[in-house]
């Protein structure tokens, strides 16, 4: 069955860590691939998204993620990270041969100033 | 900020209460969706829509039912609600857009607790 695996399933850091969240996707076909984030009391929204071309996409509030084909991975980085940043942040990917988003367990982070 | 709305945001209903969760866009996108959310959990899918009269069950089974009679409205309803339905319910609507890839915007949610 087509899967979304997030390792990290809470993350704590201190204001100006870097943060990697990795996440995985067992797809082999076309995929777009997306990174939502959900900040206390809030929607969820979309932080950034791949599905064609440059391999490192640049999201809102200076998140990035690199799509590695070979790895079937698209982790989710920020050089240096804010205590506005606490939020739950899920990875999702879409089959194009099934048309459904199928979501990560997603990963809590908090960080303290 | 998308334009889905979900009401209530909030519901606490005691056993066997018919309850309807009601989702609205006005963004005009053709495909709808009900996610259930656990705490600590990944989002499921359990109905979706592709147009008006179009519903399907999603990969999550649920004992919930949908309807799609108007394009910007995806009601979810719940005709004898239990305590094994308390969950957190999400909608969403997305836009086929090949060139821009398929983003799905999200509502609020309506926290369910079936007492």
């Known amino acids: 069955a087509q899967s979304v695996s997030q390792h990290n399933h809470h993350v704590i850091l201190s204001e100006a860590a870097s943060l990697e969240l990795g996440c995985n996707y067992s797809y082999g076909g076309t995929v777009n691939l997306f990174w939502y984030v959900q900040y206390p009391g809030q929607h969820l929204q979309l932080l950034l998204k791949?599905?064609?071309?440059?391999?490192l996409v640049k999201g809102i509030k200076g998140f990035e993620a690199e799509f590695i084909k070979s790895k079937f991975s698209f982790n989710l980085r920020k050089p240096s990270v804010q205590w506005s940043d606490t939020a739950e942040y899920f990875c999702a990917a879409l089959s194009y041969n099934t048309d459904k988003l199928i979501f990560g367990t997603g990963t809590r982070l908090q960080v303290f100033p | 900020e998308a334009d889905i709305y979900q009401t209530p945001r909030y519901l606490v209903i005691g056993t066997g209460k018919k309850i309807t969760l009601e989702c609205s866009q006005t963004?005009?996108?053709?495909?709808m969706y009900w996610y259930q959310q656990d705490p600590g959990m990944e989002l499921h899918l359990i109905h979706y829509s592709y147009g008006v009269n179009s519903t399907e069950k999603g990969d999550l089974s649920s004992e919930s039912t949908v309807s799609r009679i108007r394009t910007e409205h995806f009601p979810l309803t719940l005709e004898s609600a239990r305590p094994s339905h308390t969950s957190q319910y999400l909608c969403?609507?997305?836009?086929?857009?090949?060139?821009?890839?398929?983003?799905?915007?999200f509502g609020p949610g309506t926290r369910l607790t079936v007492t």
């Open positions: 963004m005009g996108h053709d495909k």
């Open positions: 791949y599905f064609s071309g440059d391999p």
């Open positions: 969403a609507s997305s836009e086929e857009s090949s060139g821009s890839g398929y983003e799905q915007y």
